[in-house]
């Protein structure tokens, strides 16, 4: 079954440290989007892709920058953590067939 | 963006029905009402959605009012595995469907 994954599942770093969180996607789908959820902000889009070398700047995208070198990987780096990002980090896929988001299992990050 | 306002929390008795509803009174002609749960620790999980019709599937069923300024997610038999935070999303075709999450409402289920 085609499935969305995101790694790691946990994860502790300290700031100014640059961190890579990884979204990899067998639906072969096109757009690829990454979400922050913080409590009292439901979940927030970050950055997206619209497909291979395409990356856009979502509603808090300060601090996080994505590339997209193939169709199933989607990684979102942080360039120099900062404790306002600690938080839990989804990945997304729409579907635009079935006009749904298909969601990875996330990742807790958090900058000590 | 057009938003949605739903009530904080709700609870509900096993095998009972649950109804959560949804205001969306600045909802435009071509946002689609979309519903999504998060189980504790998990990724959201797309519910349902529709645009003007009612809408059923196997998870729940979607209501929405004639003017579309409201809406109704109905959970016909409440199990403890509905327990989670339900979101009310409205999105939008030429949007790609990105996706605002609110803070949604918190469902228990009593056993």
């Known amino acids: 079954d085609a499935e969305i994954t995101q790694s790691p599942r946990h994860k502790i770093t300290e700031t100014g440290r640059q961190v890579t969180l990884a979204c990899h996607q067998t639906?072969?789908?096109?757009?690829m989007f990454w979400y922050r959820q913080d409590l009292g902000h439901g979940l927030r889009l970050i950055h997206y892709?619209?497909?291979?070398?395409?990356?856009n700047k979502g509603e808090v995208s300060d601090g996080y920058s994505v590339s997209r070198s193939n169709t199933e990987d989607l990684p979102l780096t942080l360039e120099s953590a900062a404790s306002s990002q600690t938080s839990v980090y989804f990945c997304?896929?729409?579907?635009?067939?079935?006009?749904?988001?298909?969601f990875g299992p996330g990742t807790r990050l958090l900058v000590l | 963006d057009a938003k949605t306002t739903q009530p904080n929390s709700m609870e509900s008795n096993e095998e009972e029905p649950v109804h959560l509803p949804c205001n969306h009174s600045?909802?435009?002609?071509?946002?689609?009402i979309h519903w999504y749960r998060q189980l504790p620790s998990q990724g959201p999980e797309y519910v349902i959605h529709g645009l003007t019709s009612n809408v059923n599937n196997r998870m729940a069923s979607l209501a929405i009012a004639e003017d579309r300024k409201s809406s109704t997610l109905i959970l016909h038999r409440a199990t403890l595995r509905d327990a989670a935070v339900y979101y009310c999303?409205?999105?939008?075709?030429?949007?790609?469907?990105?996706?605002?999450f609110g803070a949604g409402t918190t469902v228990t289920v009593r056993a």
């Open positions: 600045t909802i435009s002609g071509t946002d689609y």
């Open positions: 997304a896929n729409p579907d635009r067939v079935q006009e749904t988001q298909y």
């Open positions: 639906w072969n789908h096109n757009n």
């Open positions: 892709s619209y497909g291979v070398h395409d990356t």
């Open positions: 999303i409205l999105s939008q075709r030429s949007n790609d469907y990105k996706l605002s």
